[in-house]
């Protein structure tokens, strides 16, 4: 008769765990989709939660399926007290509806969810037409015309639109920097148009161009121009020739030629998906691997570092050499650490970024993204107030205009915010916090641990056959790990050791006895 009590009580605490199984939560997102749609062909992330204990959750749909793929196991483990797993390099691969994502956990007891239905369109693309399409000798006011139009599926979001002018024009009319909130997509270029408009008045304007830049916030950016020609039609000063072949706006001696304009930056787009941009930013920060979450924080910042930036360019021909020189002003409140500048040099300038010569006083590092060419700068901080020039140098004489064919991105990993504006962090340092101080995480093959400050990720250990449950599967702990895991533990077993040894000594100072004659 016990035994059958004892039965019927364990048959009863398993009946009551079993029943205690909640159903996993599967969840779906991804940056700059639309609601109940996903992107085709970028990184989403799918998250399982409800799990209890310890154990394995699987995501099915990778197992069986060639529709979505990632490069992250589709089978991961997870401890005690953790709720939640997430994969965050899932990509779907066809233009699909209504399409789900099931996950399965095997221990302690085997538990299943499915998300909600989304469908996989086609990312926002932009189109863009501007009219005219360049000046001959322009006076007076002259207006301009552009279509934005969305041929993607996706909304094109915070659309960003900045109008550069060269020195000898300005705006009448229209803003240098419009932000259009959205601009809906649809089925085989049949998205939204939206039209601006400017007008512009020339005076004393030189040979040059105008550039528009179009960056909606989860698409690429797509660039116009507008040259602008302008030829001789007086003599040349006396004494000698029109330098530069003839023209308005010639330099002082027969063999310089100078020009400036003050280009208008617009929040940046290109880091996003952009894999040797986000590696050349990894190595000139020295993070190691970083998540795709520390990038879009980068590029959530862009937008607020960018408002607050004034930017200067000028261009400097002579005897043989060209020099392009940009500047850029913080006239903002909130210091940035690690202001980052990504610049896209015109091939009209050079062709390949070994023919050029860099100088980039105050620094912390530069990297060639691209050899045809693109830079990346980092600058450890920048204060308000504080001013940064970027040069760059090639032997051979080049046309004044292209100042207004380079294209400039800035960044930052953190961004103050004051106490003014109550978003002061926990430390007091004021800097935007990316994760909690002690955190750990996988990203992707790097076993990561926040820093103290919450401001980046520390690289512990880079595995060699995986990262799952916050550690490198089948390898030993690198030294870093065990620092972090046991460093107090040692501080703690060194400090009780010293203690000790000096009460033994205190000890046996007492049991010896005076000396006596």
Known sequence: MRNM????????????????????????????????????????????????????????????????????????????????????????????????????????????????????????????????????????????????????????????????????????????????????????????????????????????????????????????????????????????????????????????????????????????????????????MNKGKMSQEAFQNMLRLSQSITSNITATRSIRVFNGSSTVTNTYRHSGQNRASNFIVYEKIPKAFTSNAVNITVTALGASGYQIVEADPEYVFNYATLSPGQEVSISYSVRKEVNTSLIDQFQTELYAEGYEAGAASGTETPTGTGFVMICNPGERRCAGMNLQLCAPLGDNWITLQTCQTGCQDYTCVGESPSIWVMLADWGWLIIIAVAAVVAGAIFLLVKKKKKQKPFTM
């Open 5 to 284: 009590i004892l039965f019927a009580a364990v048959l009863c605490s398993i009946t009551l765990i079993s029943s205690a199984s909640a159903t996993l939560t599967v969840s779906v997102d991804q940056f700059g989709a639309d609601s109940g749609s996903v992107m085709k062909s970028l990184p989403l992330t799918v998250t399982v939660s409800g799990l209890t204990g310890s154990g394995s959750v699987t995501l099915t749909t990778l197992q069986n399926s060639s529709v979505f793929t990632s490069s992250e196991n589709s089978t991961k483990t997870y401890s005690d007290g953790t709720t939640s797993v997430s994969w965050t390099s899932v990509i779907a691969n066809e233009k699909l509806s209504a399409q789900t994502i099931s996950a399965v956990s095997a221990v302690p007891y085997s538990d299943s969810g499915t998300s909600s239905a989304f469908d996989i369109k086609l990312p926002p693309s932009i189109v863009t037409s501007v009219t005219p399409s360049s000046f001959s000798n322009p006076t007076g006011s002259q207006t301009i015309q552009m279509t934005v139009q969305n041929w993607g599926e996706t909304t094109a979001q915070t659309v960003a639109v900045g109008f550069s002018l060269p020195s000898g024009a300005s705006l009448t009319s229209g803003s240098a920097i419009q932000t259009i909130s959205s601009i809906a997509g649809g089925e085989g270029g049949s998205g939204e148009s939206v039209g601006i408009s400017w007008t512009v008045s020339f005076s004393g304007v030189s040979t040059s161009s105008i550039t528009i830049t179009t960056s909606p916030s989860n698409a690429d950016s797509e660039t116009d121009t507008i040259p602008i020609t302008v030829t001789s039609s007086g003599n040349p000063p006396a004494g000698g020739s029109s330098p530069g072949g003839g023209g308005p706006g010639y330099a002082t001696t027969p063999t310089e030629k100078n020009a400036s304009s003050r280009p208008v930056l617009v929040p940046g787009v290109g880091l996003r998906n952009n894999l040797k941009l986000q590696a050349a930013l990894e190595k000139i």
